[in-house]
């Protein structure tokens, strides 16, 4: 089973690595970071980056996708690539899913029509953020 995880600047950390961590030691189980282009991407913090392995060109069928959330996620929305490649890559996935802020992406890919979903409590009622947050 390949599980896709796609980053993008400002990214929670957490977001990412928690689900890796629990999925990667699944046996059968091959979870990649994928972006823009094969890479480091850093955090919302700005201090840690997540080396991308791949590029969205490289994965474009995972069985699993993982959209983290983060501070990033508002510009993350306009970033054409990356909500193509979700909408893309969920016609041949068995599950599409996201952490906190990722659910931003997964409704601009145009995947939550008619579907219920949610995000954290914080996400509108904080000021869009331009840099990292400290």
């Known amino acids: 089973m390949n599980v896709a995880i796609p980053l993008y600047p400002r990214f929670t950390a957490l977001d990412a690595v928690g689900p890796y961590t629990v999925l990667a030691f699944a046996p059968g189980v091959t979870v990649t970071f994928v972006a823009g ?8 913090h700005g201090t840690l980056t997540i080396n991308a392995t791949a590029a969205y060109a490289d994965l474009p069928a995972p069985d699993v996708i ?31 899913t996201s952490v906190c802020s990722g ?7 145009g995947l939550l029509e008619g579907l219920p979903a949610t995000s954290h409590w914080g996400c509108w009622t904080c000021s869009r953020p331009t840099g990292p947050s400290r």
């Open 103 to 109: 659910s931003l992406l997964l409704g601009a890919a």
């Open 66 to 96: 993982v959209v983290p959330g983060g501070s990033g996620t508002f510009d993350a929305l306009s970033d054409e690539a990356l909500v193509t490649w979700i909408r893309q890559a969920h016609e041949h996935t068995r599950w599409t």
């Open 37 to 44: 282009q094969a890479g480091p991407v850093a955090d919302d």
